[in-house]
């Protein structure tokens, strides 16, 4: 079992900056173990989508094309945390993020952002970006 406990959302205008963390705990697995990581998003009304995703063994990271340049995704071993911040936020970034973990290997198959290739999920962190 993986518990994964998101932090750090909160409402800023657009231009700012906010940086999520994801405290991963279990008596199994440590981050590195896994076979990938992930930071996902769902606003009202719409799927939920990939935004980053991490390698934890090798650090390739993976983000959507709307947050390239924006968000950097990142991890701490030493911690058990992931990190992602996010910088230069505009309103259409206002979503419920979730942090995700990849315990299976699915993520090799289904690709890095694909939600349904995560089977460990936190309770998600609420950013909301005025304008």
């Known amino acids: 079992q993986v518990q994964l406990v998101e932090s750090g959302g909160g409402s800023v205008q657009a231009g700012g900056s906010l940086r999520l963390s994801c405290a991963a705990s279990?008596?199994?697995?440590?981050?590195?173990?896994?076979?990938?990581m992930g930071w996902f998003r769902q606003a009202p009304g719409k799927e939920r989508e990939g935004v980053a995703s991490?390698?934890?063994?090798?650090?390739?990271?993976r983000y959507a094309d709307s947050v390239k340049g924006r968000f950097t995704i990142s991890q701490d071993n030493a911690k058990n945390t992931l990190y992602l911040q996010m910088n230069s936020l505009k309103p259409e970034d206002t979503a419920m993020y979730y942090c995700a973990a990849d315990t299976r290997g699915r993520t090799l198959v289904a690709g890095p952002l694909d939600p349904a290739a995560y089977n460990y999920w936190g309770q998600g962190t609420q950013v909301t970006v005025s304008s």
């Open positions: 279990g008596h199994t697995y440590s981050i590195y173990s896994m076979y990938a």
């Open positions: 991490i390698d934890t063994d090798s650090s390739n990271t």
